[in-house]
């Protein structure tokens, strides 16, 4: 994990004293609201629907289980024993008081953390593969790369003011978990025939109100270039992009406006000046970026061990249900990645409570060399678990209610805080969520559908990314009152898509009957071991039209 | 009458320490003023680029194209607008001038220029800045040693602290 220098503790300390300074002249009359705003939007804060809402960052989703102790006692101190994990690797307070923030953001400075750029017209914190540096598809292990990022673009002194937010996201496997694709900036590192590692650089790909998918700027930029490369696409944005309708502004309009061809070549222009320039990257500086994610110091787990996890596995179905489902294969034989779902009806999706961080802070510490790892489907991950130690893990989260052995099924739903909270939502989210969980709880049912994304954004601003969920669910107004459209096809992997708009609305209530009569279709479609995806890009969305409209 | 719209600004901050302002500010486009030294827009500052007491400002949407920046290379002072404090374009339209064009002279940001901007545009070359009305000086001379280290290189340090880091290891 990155651990801090002096200059990095500096720079957040006084980050903090800087934002209590804000925050007094704010009190005092002597900042106005207009001009506040921003400042404590680039410190998280936002002002929300009941209170106040602090989004605190999660660098590309890793926590140490000493970090996690400390937000759950932040909860326990400042809120009110609860927190929510954003799809974008962020940790959100809903109950902050606002003059308590700045001893907050100070809290956080403790041990390592603070809620910089996590909001506002800037560039927002970087979001990796959860299952960096262990996938076994990966290529080059993303996290040093986005920690370069992040130093980068702190406190950037001329990308504060851009246009609108600016979103990057970095993958460095094959399959990618990261959606690069509906990312302001994706970035994929890959290597060449000849083992030269390259960056892909797509730009322009986004949700919201336009989703679109990225399109590529760069097929293959060698490493040296990552920053000054991002420097020049960040600086054309911020000259060109539109600044005169926020609905406009994001980059994705300006690439199309423009045309890949004509961004690029402005970025290339650009960039002539930028290229060998003091931000290029040498092999020493990225050797110091790699040193701060060594290989945990995993013991041996021999072959009798693996064999003896397997008949366990063959012997209790549960515990099968849940390596199934929520353990994944790792680089190295013998260890596991575990996701704790943190999906129950009686939470909403995402939220933890202080207990159950202290808790998932214990289990890492007992299990996975005291990290954990946040993911975009609002989960998280404990990525270094030894085989003959995966039963007992799974008997403690049984107890914890976190080993829901559901993950990347419908029941694994991703939603946005929606209108309960929101002060932006058309509708409320969490309560279509557990509708639709409460409604498909039959684990039988749940695995014959196989892997299915459920997303849900209360609206248009798609936090709850509805457009790249294989079935996406949002919150519209009609006149005052709240309806939701349902669409279908979207996907945020590889083969990235947005989903395509089923038809009229519906009432909240009828949600899951229409959901139900869409995976009727599915299985009545289905041919082999078809996913719900791939029925649906076979079928084409008549079938569910006709069905849902009858 | 141009010269009767003429403004100074109130507070200014010229290399870190706050300075009377000797020069007055026209944003009237049509017809320049008598009065100097005085930034008049760009647009008539063409027609008077030979004259040392007479500067140009630029509009944000400016774009900076190598044309511009050998005429503006004369120039005493080149002031850059923040119509609103938060259109981030004169952060890049400063560093170009002096990063790319090697601009000499005094930068200067007009407009909305606020207390909580001043450190981010101290970085990027800005060596001039004219306050709005209402900012207080003292918090703003305080804003400016907001921090005393930076990730990236800008103007003001031209070795990113990754580099830096390697150096002192
Ligand atoms: S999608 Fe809309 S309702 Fe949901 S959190 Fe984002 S802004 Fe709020």
Redesign the pocket.
């Known amino acids: 994990m990155y651990r801090y220098d002096t200059y990095d503790q500096t720079l957040v300390d006084e980050r903090v004293t800087q934002f209590r300074d804000q925050m007094e002249r704010y009190l005092a009359g002597r900042l106005g609201e207009d001009e506040f705003r921003p400042l404590r939007l680039q410190n998280g804060l936002y002002i929300q629907k009941h209170a106040p809402m602090l989004r605190i960052a999660i660098p590309y989703g890793m926590l140490s289980s000493r970090q996690l102790r400390a937000l759950g006692a932040i909860t326990r101190r400042y809120d009110r024993g609860y927190g929510h994990f954003s799809t974008r690797q962020n940790l959100q307070l809903n109950w902050p008081k606002l003059e308590d923030v700045p001893d907050i953001l100070a809290e956080l400075a403790q041990v390592q953390m603070h809620a910089i750029q996590t909001s506002g017209n800037c560039i927002r914190n970087t979001t990796s593969d959860q299952f960096a540096g262990i996938a076994s598809d990966e290529i080059e292990d993303p996290r040093p790369w986005c920690e370069l990022i992040r130093q980068w673009s702190t406190l950037h002194p001329e990308f504060a003011y851009l246009p609108r937010k600016f979103k990057i996201a970095v993958t460095g496997a094959d399959a990618d978990r990261a959606a690069i694709q509906v990312h302001d900036i994706g970035l994929r590192l890959w290597r060449n025939e000849r083992n030269e590692l390259r960056v892909k650089v797509l730009a322009g790909g986004g949700m919201g109100r336009t989703p679109m998918i990225g399109d590529v700027v760069r097929e293959d930029l060698p490493w040296q270039h990552l920053l000054t490369y991002l420097e020049a696409c960040v600086r054309v944005y911020n000259q060109f992009g539109r600044r005169d309708n926020k609905f406009k502004a994001r980059i994705k309009i300006l690439v199309k406006a423009l045309g890949i061809e004509e961004y690029r070549r402005r970025v290339e222009e650009e960039w002539a000046h930028l290229k060998d320039g003091p931000q290029t990257l040498t092999e020493e500086a990225v050797e110091a970026a790699r040193s701060h994610f060594p290989e945990p110091d995993r013991r041996p787990v021999d072959e009798q061990a693996i064999i003896e996890h397997e008949r366990l596995r063959q012997e209790n179905r549960n515990f099968a249900r849940f390596v199934t489902n929520n353990v994944t294969d790792h680089r190295v034989p013998g260890y596991k990645a575990v996701t704790l779902s943190l999906k129950r009806r009686e939470h909403a999706p995402g939220n933890v409570t202080a207990d159950q961080m202290d808790a998932i802070a214990d289990l890492a510490d007992t299990y996975s060399f005291g990290e954990v790892r946040v993911t975009h489907e609002q989960n998280v991950v404990l990525s270094d678990v030894p085989v003959d130690q995966l039963e007992a893990l799974w008997q403690e989260l049984e107890t914890l209610g976190m080993a829901n052995p559901t993950v990347g099924t419908l029941n694994d739903i991703i939603c946005?805080?929606?209108?309960d909270y929101?002060s932006?939502?058309?509708a409320v989210?969490i309560p279509v969520a557990q509708a639709i969980q409460e409604r498909f709880e039959d684990l039988d049912f749940l695995y014959d559908l196989g892997p299915l994304d459920l997303n849900i954004?209360?609206?248009?601003?798609?936090?709850?990314h509805h457009h790249v969920g294989h079935i996406g669910i949002l919150?519209v107004d009609k006149k005052g009152e709240e309806y939701y459209q349902v669409s279908l096809g979207g996907n945020a992997t590889d083969d990235a898509s947005l989903g395509k708009i089923l038809g009229p609305s519906f009432y909240r209530e009828d949600v899951p009957e229409v959901i139900d009569k869409v995976l009727q279709v599915y299985v009545e479609q289905r041919q082999d071991e078809e996913i719900f995806l791939d029925t649906y890009r076979r079928i084409g969305i008549k079938p569910f039209k006709e069905r849902v409209y009858a | 009458m141009p010269d009767s719209q003429l403004t100074k600004a109130r507070s200014l901050i010229k290399l870190g320490q706050p300075e009377q302002d000797t020069w007055s500010l026209s944003r009237v486009e049509d017809g320049m003023p008598t009065s100097r030294p005085v930034i008049v827009p760009l647009k008539l500052w063409f027609d008077h680029a030979s004259e040392a007491d007479v500067a140009p400002w630029l509009p944000s949407n400016t774009e900076l194209t190598s044309e511009l920046a050998e005429q503006l290379a004369t120039a005493p002072l080149v002031a850059i607008d923040f119509p609103a404090f938060t259109d981030g374009r004169g952060y890049t339209l400063a560093r170009l001038l002096r990063e790319r064009y090697q601009y000499r002279g005094e930068i200067r940001a007009i407009g909305d220029v606020l207390v909580d901007q001043l450190f981010y545009m101290s970085r990027c070359g800005f060596d001039a800045l004219a306050l709005r009305e209402d900012q207080h000086l003292d918090d703003a001379l305080r804003a400016l040693g907001a921090f005393s280290v930076s990730y990236q290189p800008a103007v003001d340090i031209n070795e990113p602290l990754f580099a830096r880091r390697l150096r002192e290891a």
């Open positions: 946005c805080p929606g209108g929101c932006l939502a058309n989210a954004s209360g609206c248009m601003n798609a936090c709850g919150g």
